[in-house]
């Protein structure tokens, strides 16, 4: 079994709409947890990253936490065809520094 | 600033080669990490850097695969000899100070990696 899991997609949105990608992990000991956004033929570029249970908000993006599910979500408000991409969650425990990400997941907003 | 480099973007070889490939992190960052992206796998680490020293190489698949980083600057990965499982997306990434939920690793456009 995967220690991260994520539907790889694909995801299709009309513009607009609300957007919600969401990983599960098995690892009780994952303390930090980031999102990515990975256009084609490009590398991983950090959105968010949370430390505790809950919300936290930046601009379109809110990232959601429940350790008690073991489940995280990225919420994307008015999605713009621009948002086309993958979308990578990693999480890593507590004093280390090596990222463990999910499949990812392809996005596509539909002008 | 510029960002993560890494050369070549793309490189295809034959069973048997061997290839290296270079990661250039950005400036005054002495945390340097590999990933690997194999097809239809999720993104997976090697290894970390901090300055010279190896802290962490517990993904390197086999001793076919080296490391190294020259005085603390930039990196190398040879695939010595390469075998058709050696395919794949090759990232770098680098942080500032590691370790702190602030510090973010920044990761390069990746090499792809094509073994005949």
């Known amino acids: 079994q995967k220690e991260v899991e994520q539907d790889p997609g694909p995801l299709s949105v009309p513009e607009g709409a609300i957007v919600s990608l969401n990983c599960t992990y098995s690892?009780?000991?994952?303390?930090?947890f980031m999102w990515y956004r990975q256009y084609s033929r490009k590398g991983p570029e950090l959105l968010m990253y949370?430390?505790?249970?809950g919300n936290k908000e930046d601009g379109r993006f809110t990232a959601q936490v429940d350790k008690s599910s073991k489940y995280i979500s990225l919420f994307i408000r008015d999605s713009q065809p621009s948002d086309s991409a993958t979308y990578l969650c990693a999480m890593t425990p507590s004093g280390t520094y090596k990222y463990i990400f999910g499949t990812g997941t392809r996005l596509k907003v539909l002008a | 600033e510029a960002g993560v480099t890494q050369f070549p973007s793309h490189s295809v070889i034959e069973k048997g080669q061997t290839v290296t490939l270079r990661c250039d992190p950005i400036?005054?960052?002495?945390?340097l990490y590999w990933y690997r992206r194999v097809m239809g796998k999720e993104i997976k680490f090697l290894l970390h850097f901090v300055k010279e020293s190896k802290q962490d190489e517990s993904g390197m698949p086999n001793n076919r695969f080296l490391a190294e980083r020259t005085g603390g600057t930039y990196s190398t990965l040879k695939v010595q000899p390469a075998e058709l499982e050696d395919s794949g997306v090759y990232f770098c990434?680098?942080?500032?100070?590691?370790?702190?939920?602030?510090?973010?690793?920044?990761f390069g456009p990746g090499t792809r990696l094509t073994v005949l």
């Open positions: 949370t430390y505790s249970s």
């Open positions: 690892n009780s000991a994952f303390q930090y």
């Open positions: 990434a680098s942080s500032q100070v590691g370790g702190a939920i602030t510090d973010t690793q920044y």
């Open positions: 400036s005054g960052h002495d945390n």
